[in-house]
């Protein structure tokens, strides 16, 4: 089973996103039972909060499923609990490292950068724009799950 940890600062807006958006790719496709999916934060700002309003506003519009969860941040023993670490801007990438300190097994890319558009996905709780963000994330997840269905076998 590959275990796929989404992260971006707070846990709250775009890690959850992407991890309720790949769940519902996976779920749909038939394919979950190969892998096991969270996110976490970066950051200590939002620990133990919900998922903000905006994205289950958002997931709940494109009938996406939203599970009851709370902000955790990440921490250097999750290295070597997970296969791949999925950011979504390059803030993200820098405090991820300096968590880790190395990596070596290379497991930490950002989302987009599997898709054929690479670039950091904005940060809805500075944008308030929700969509934009949602859209950037099913883009990233659908070019994930293409890169899975041909590496992960």
């Keep these: 089973m590959t275990k796929i940890l989404f992260i971006c600062h707070g846990n709250i807006c775009r890690s959850p ?26 950051s200590t700002e939002e620990l133990g909060n919900n998922v903000h309003h905006g994205t289950i506003g958002k997931l709940n519009s494109m009938g996406i499923a939203v599970e009851d969860r709370r902000a955790w941040q990440i921490r250097k023993s999750d290295y070597d609990k997970y296969d ?57 997840c659908e070019a994930l799950v293409e890169f899975l269905e041909k590496h992960y076998v």
């Design 84 to 140: 791949l670490f999925i950011l979504m801007d390059e803030n993200n990438m820098r405090n991820v490292k300096r968590i880790f300190s190395d990596d070596c097994e290379k497991k930490i890319q950002k989302l987009l950068d599997y898709s054929t558009n690479p670039r950091d996905i904005a940060d809805p709780w500075y944008t308030g724009n929700f969509d934009v963000t949602y859209d950037d994330i099913a883009e990233g």
């Design 17 to 42: 996103m992407a991890e309720f958006v790949f769940k519902d790719m996976l779920r749909k496709k038939g394919i979950e039972h190969k892998y096991e999916v969270a996110s976490a934060a970066t």
